[in-house]
């Protein structure tokens, strides 16, 4: 029997927004009932299990942590763009600063369980269906492989939770009431539940719209690097209480942190070693080329097989995602009301290399003096460089910069989109994030760039306007024509590839010393190279953790990075974030830069607690709560 992947969305006849469908009531265990008696239903069944499976994409956010699918209208798609990128030092919402909004996960306790109760119910089932063997052990591998997922979010929320691997009886308290299991015993049983797919899922090639052996070690080189961060680094930020006491969080280590990075190592090499994955476009001509051919890859993941290892697909307008209608220009929005949602800020942007400087972080420079670090605003004082082209400034920047942004007057989908805060007149006063104008020799400038606010995409304190002056670029078709329609998105989803399992490999050999140091300095280089790098530079923890902060940009990895290396309570503490604003300076015709906090926007500090969520219904559940809650 073939079980046809649906591109993870309930399309079969009949199903579609049938919730009930799903709500089985054993009255103890089930083995077969009538959604496993045919192959359809067994279909049925797995299609609703990579539907709601936790993978964390274009659905994902901070209202709901993770998005189970859509509706015709509902929070999940009207969420004012507030992503994930928002809530790190990536980028700003142009409406809101939901970074405050954290923490912001009550909503998925109940819903992982629920969905582990549906991958229990098929665990239940696979012995009694009329399969051949071979076919059984490919659902088991599937179903261990959703386990592992399902209890990889759940560790990363909560620490320990409880291991629930059979659907509970009603009548017995002792199957309903299971106590929360230490963050090791929760760690470890997410990595065997891998090994378990691993094994039962073979060596034969699916495609990456399903599970595989192969994505089974790609999920296992994440997991384990987790482990191994959290492991290693939860003592920069301890916590006290009833939870840490029983080790249900924390509890971990160093010797505990060095087999998770073995684990890392191991899962990434055999992967690595399968010969089935590699780069795409490893070696463009130039940068110009090395931007398009990455840009590409997320347009149309299609386009890299080898790459991309498991995707998320949508397929369906209203049945998508609004990720594309949040991110549109104002000035490319179209029929669509809202648009400019993600503003990438300046410090993402001081993260990218030059080419001409490799190996080194690369701020941009604003003024003639070096100084990067004024986030103050306009001084007249200082000495602006002054730029004829605002794209001037980013002229040698790494190429996945201006894949990844749109920037200043860079060109969207044959447009110029205008992006200026101000003017300097010939007075030397300015006007900066105001509306103004100004005439000379006959031609009319103004402050926003534009005679009217349909005509520009910046600094109008407008929800459809960037507050920072960058856009985001990654992930969008310009063959995408914005409608008034909610969730009409249909461009995939990147769960996993190959580039960031090289970047798990080489953090995991530059933590332990494990592993090959040579050929993670060689994988190290090849991402870079695939990026227009030609010199090659040394594998360095600072070197490999910038590397995947840009060549991951707004794939969601930001904030976990953060978090399980125990670095958001200092990158977040009483932090602003800033933007870069063109001014058009009217004396010289040519455009400055200044740097300034991001208008509107809080100042931010993450509380240690927030590393482990609360969790929900703990008075009902008898369970532990996590501390400081």
């Known amino acids: 029997m073939k079980i046809f992947y649906i591109l993870f969305l ?28 045919s192959e359809e239903g067994v279909e049925a069944y797995m299609a609703n299990l990579y539907y709601q499976a936790p993978i964390e994409d274009f659905n994902w956010h901070s209202w709901g942590l993770v998005s189970w699918g859509v509706s015709t209208f509902n929070f999940r798609e009207n969420n004012a763009g507030s992503f994930p990128i928002i809530m790190t030092d990536e980028a700003v919402n142009s409406e809101y600063d939901n970074i405050a909004l954290d923490p912001w996960s009550f909503f998925w306790w109940d819903d992982g369980y629920r969905f582990n109760k549906d991958i229990n119910l098929l665990f239940d089932a696979i012995p009694g269906l009329s399969l051949d063997q071979e076919e059984k052990n490919k659902l088991y591998g599937e179903a261990s492989f959703f386990r592992a997922y399902t209890y990889f979010e759940l560790a990363k929320l909560y620490g320990g939770v409880p291991i629930i691997t059979e659907v509970g009886d009603p009548n017995d308290e002792s199957t309903l009431y299971i106590p929360r299991s230490t963050e090791k015993e929760t760690w470890d049983f997410v990595l065997a539940s891998l090994d378990t797919a691993i ?21 296992k080189s994440r997991v384990a690097l987790h482990a191994a961060s959290v492991a290693k680094y939860w003592s920069r930020a301890p916590l006290s209480g009833e939870a840490v006491n029983n080790e249900l969080v ?68 209203e049945h998508g995602h609004a990720f594309q209608l949040w991110a549109e220009t104002n000035q490319t929005k179209e029929s669509w009301p809202f648009g400019g949602r993600f503003n990438p800020i300046i410090e993402l942007v001081d993260a990218y290399e030059t080419y001409s400087d490799p190996g080194h972080s690369a701020p941009v420079i604003t003024t003639a003096d070096g100084d990067y670090y004024n986030y103050n605003g306009y001084d007249p004082s200082r000495n602006y460089l002054e730029f004829d082209n605002p794209l001037d400034i980013f002229a040698d920047k790494d190429a996945r910069l201006k894949a990844s942004l749109i920037l200043p007057m860079s060109e969207w989908k044959g447009q110029q989109i205008i992006i200026q805060g101000g003017i300097i007149k ?23 760039g534009a005679a009217t606010e349909n005509l520009h995409s910046g600094f109008l304190h407008a929800a459809t306007h960037t507050r920072s002056g960058f856009l985001v670029r990654k992930f969008l078709s310009e063959d995408f024509h914005p409608k008034a329609i909610w969730a009409s998105c249909t461009s995939d989803w990147i769960e996993i590839r190959y580039a960031e399992v090289l970047l798990n490999y080489m953090e995991a050999v530059a933590e332990s010393g494990q592993g090959d140091i040579v050929e993670a300095a060689n994988y190290l280089n090849a991402i870079r190279r695939r990026a227009g790098h030609t010199t090659d530079i040394a594998l360095t923890l600072e070197n490999v953790l ?10 969601n990895k930001r904030y976990w990075d953060l978090i399980r290396r125990r670095e958001h309570h200092t990158e977040f503490n ?56």
């Not at 006063?429 to 005439?439: H, K, N, V, Y």
């Open 250 to 317: 924390g509890g971990m280590t160093e010797e505990d942190a060095q087999r998770y990075y073995e684990e890392c190592i191991s899962a990434s090499e055999q992967l690595i070693n399968s010969g089935l994955y590699s780069l795409y476009c490893p070696y463009p001509a130039n940068p110009d080329e090395a931007a398009e051919n990455y840009r590409q890859m997320f347009k149309d993941p299609a386009l890299a097989p080898e790459e991309v290892i498991f995707i998320r697909g949508y397929t369906l307008q």
């Open 199 to 219: 094994v039962y899922l073979g060596d034969d090639i699916a495609v990456n719209r399903r599970a595989s052996k192969w994505v089974a070690l790609a999920l």
């Open 426 to 448: 010939t007075d030397g006063s300015l006007i900066i994030e105001g509306a103004g104008q100004e005439t000379v020799d006959g031609n009319t400038y103004y402050s926003f």
């Open 574 to 629: 009483n932090r602003d974030r800033h933007a870069l604003v063109p001014v058009f300076d009217l004396r010289a015709m040519k455009y400055i830069f200044v740097r300034q906090k991001v208008t509107g926007s809080s100042t931010w500090t993450f509380p240690e607690h927030n590393y482990y969520k609360p969790i929900g219904g703990n008075t009902v559940n008898r369970l532990i709560q996590n501390p400081q809650y």
């Open 546 to 555: 910038r590397e995947r902060r840009v060549e991951l940009v707004f794939e």
């Open 10 to 37: 309930i399309v079969f006849v009949g199903l579609s927004g049938c919730d009930d469908y799903f709500e089985i009531e054993p009255t103890n265990k089930i083995s077969a009932d009538a959604l496993f008696a």
